[in-house]
């Protein structure tokens, strides 16, 4: 168990929907990254958060969007979705902004149907 | 940009024997970290072995070892005494020193037979 909560674990939704995904970092980490994995694109990096700010942008789709909260915790929304946004969507933290290790969560898998 | 390569998509291996698992990576960067992750059919992903650029010691972590090559980008990692709970996808992992964000190979699928 790494610390990084993720809710919801399964998410079936259908296309054009929106969905919220949520995570919560380790106690004390301020930085929290998501990564989507995909059958297509394999494991690549959306965005990242750090105590609050955006910090760095990945290849995240402008249907996309994310944000930290005061209480560090962060969500991804995911808007008119379509059928190739299914995939495994992975939360991690660290404690700085360019720490070296990253602590992942046990993912989210989102099934658009 | 950075990019990460692992060019076996599957791998397999005998019980108690070893496997290696290559990995090359381009950057231009000169401080960077590579690590290695597992991801056990549960799809948790949980960091094995990394490796400072930096350092000229190979990491080492129980029976896992990594031959680091920096002039050549190549990363690659050793599994000594294979057991069945290392069946898994293994992905190479690449970071900027200063940077943010962990760049991924397309990972390797190791297969340990009884």
């Known amino acids: 168990d790494s610390g990084v909560t993720q809710t919801p674990k399964h998410l079936i939704t259908a296309t054009g929907q929106r969905v919220t995904l949520r995570c919560s970092p380790r106690?004390?980490?301020?930085?929290v990254y998501w990564y989507q994995q995909s059958l297509d694109q394999g494991l690549q990096f959306l965005i990242q958060y750090y105590n609050g700010e955006e910090r760095a942008k990945g290849n995240i789709l402008e249907r996309f969007s994310a944000q930290q909260f005061p209480d560090l915790h962060s969500e991804l929304n995911l808007s008119s979705l379509e059928l190739g946004d299914s995939a495994l969507y992975f939360c991690a933290s660290s404690v700085g902004p360019s720490f070296i290790e990253q602590f992942f969560g046990p993912g989210t898998r989102l099934t658009v149907l | 940009a950075q990019t990460v390569t692992q060019s076996q998509p599957e791998m397999s291996v005998q019980e108690a024997e070893t496997v290696t698992l290559s990995c090359t990576y381009d950057t231009s960067e000169s401080d960077y970290y590579l690590f290695w992750y597992k991801q056990p059919p549960s799809r948790q992903m949980i960091l094995v072995i990394r490796?400072?650029?930096?350092?000229?010691q190979n990491a080492t972590e129980n029976r896992f070892s990594v031959n680091f090559q920096k002039a050549a980008k190549s990363f690659s990692l050793k599994i000594s005494d294979s057991q069945l709970g290392d069946a898994a996808m293994y992905f190479c992992?690449?970071?900027?020193?200063?940077?943010?964000?962990?760049?991924f190979g397309g990972g390797t699928r190791v297969l340990v037979k009884p």
């Open positions: 992992a690449y970071k900027e020193a200063a940077g943010n964000k962990l760049t």
């Open positions: 106690s004390g980490d301020l930085s």
């Open positions: 490796q400072e650029a930096y350092k000229q």
